[in-house]
């Protein structure tokens, strides 16, 4: 007889659940989804479900307030949100907290791609077969971290790069924008986000996002009022090696 598919449920079927949905379903896996506001799932899902139901594997890729407010302790279940403790602090032995390394300035259903994981780190606090064959299927490689490890990074690598976009782009708000060049419409492009969707992240990983920024400040203070040649060097030779990879 042949193997039955493997039946994933989504919640949330934007960007990264839809782009899961879509690798998934050309991997043969049965893919179900809860999203109050999908009413088409197109390629990105086979049947919509109103309630979290028994599957192989529940996926959480909403806002983690959201995220917060479904983890079932009796499901075998992982998430794709910015952060890990919050859920990991509530999260039972059947729950992973994940993050896919991937993503877009799009939004939506509208954007989602079979290919957005292809080569991209998808992060893990644990290990679970299940788990990662579904990151397989996305083309994706795991990376286990701890929670603590992948919060405090990413409020440096992600987050705290959303506050200052976003906080240049408030204050710029009422200037000219003839004065506003290339330099600062590249720093702008994260200003473009919506505040639904970082709302929830910034107030999950405020602690490590502030203490990033203090430092942060000290570092521009520096460049400023003192002798900027050392953090030029340092931020020049970071810029080269990531230009390489």
């Known amino acids: 007889m042949p193997t039955a598919a493997r039946r994933a449920l989504i919640a949330g079927l934007g960007l990264i659940g839809g782009s899961i949905g879509i690798a998934l379903r050309r991997r043969g896996w049965r893919v179900l989804y809860l ?32 995220a917060l407010r479904l983890i079932a302790a009796d499901r075998r279940t992982t998430s794709t949100c910015s952060v890990m403790q919050p859920l990991r602090a509530i999260g039972g032995e059947r729950f992973i907290a994940g993050h896919p390394l991937a993503g877009s300035e ?30 397989a299927d996305c083309d994706a490689i795991p990376e286990l971290v701890t929670a ?10 992600s987050h705290l790069p959303q506050v200052l976009s976003t906080a240049l782009g408030a204050l710029l ?8 060049g290339t330099g600062a419409k590249t720093f702008l492009r994260l200003a473009g986000s919506e505040a639904s969707v970082w709302a929830p992240v910034l107030a999950a990983n405020r602690g490590n996002i502030r203490a990033h920024f203090e430092r942060f400040v000290e570092i521009a203070r520096a460049v400023i009022e003192d002798d900027p040649e050392a953090a030029f060097g340092r931020a020049q030779q970071l810029w080269k090696e990531l230009s390489a990879e």
């Open 35 to 66: 999203d109050p506001h999908v009413d088409d799932p197109r390629d990105a899902a086979d049947e919509r479900v109103y309630e979290l139901v028994d599957v192989d594997l529940t996926i959480l890729a909403t806002p983690v307030d959201v």
């Open 106 to 135: 799009q939004r939506g259903l509208d954007a989602a791609r079979a290919d957005l994981f292809a080569g991209k780190r998808w992060f893990l606090d644990r290990e679970d077969p299940l788990v990662l064959q579904a990151i």
């Open 148 to 157: 603590e490890e992948h919060d405090r990074v990413m409020a440096l690598t």
């Open 173 to 180: 708000a009422d200037e000219d924008p003839r004065f506003v």
